[in-house]
């Protein structure tokens, strides 16, 4: 039978990495007297969850930000390769998501939004689409749920679609 940290470990990579980082934050108060450097491994541990949590937001700012160009483009030509880069992110996400994770990023999606937006509005710029660019919405259209579903896409502003 697993232990409550190894069945952490493989439940929520995130939540076990802030829990352990804890747990030798403790040892290391308690002037525990051994060959590690708890306080240095505590914030290393930390450190691979924080990855993982920032991996996480730049892929969802890349969906976000290509799903913004599917729906406001009224350009065909790019729209396979958004599809493509979605496609990819949302693969990386799905392998990086725990419970934790999704919790922290379901209260940052304003914020992953607004580095989307932005990315979105010069890379429409860049296509000569000043009007796309100018119809992206300030707040984020999209729900955690339909960014990580595989068969969603939002409807083009422009009647494009892509059967």
């Not at 969850?49 to 290509?66: D, K, N, T, Y």
């Not at 689409?129 to 119809?135: C, F, G, L, Q, S």
Request: proline residues 5%; glycine residues 4%.
């Amino acid at each position: 039978m697993a232990t409550r940290p190894e069945q952490l470990y493989k439940d929520d990579f995130y939540a076990w990495t802030r829990e352990q980082a804890g747990a030798l934050r403790r040892l290391a108060d308690q002037r525990w007297n051994g060959p590690l450097d708890l306080l240095h491994l505590a914030e290393e541990i930390e450190d691979l969850g924080s990855e993982q949590q920032w991996a996480v937001e730049s892929q969802l700012e890349r969906v976000i930000e290509h799903l913004l160009k599917l729906e406001h483009s009224p350009s065909q030509g790019p729209r396979r390769q958004w599809m493509i880069s979605v496609n990819a992110a949302r693969r990386d996400v799905r392998r990086r998501m725990t419970p934790t994770i999704r919790k922290a990023v379901e209260n940052q999606l304003a914020k992953l939004h607004a580095g989307a937006r932005r990315d979105a509005e010069l890379g429409l710029l860049d296509q000569g689409e000043k009007d796309a660019a100018r119809a992206l919405p300030q707040d984020c259209p999209y729900a955690l749920d339909d960014l990580l579903a595989d068969e969603w896409w939002p409807t083009n502003r422009h009647g494009l679609r892509d059967d």
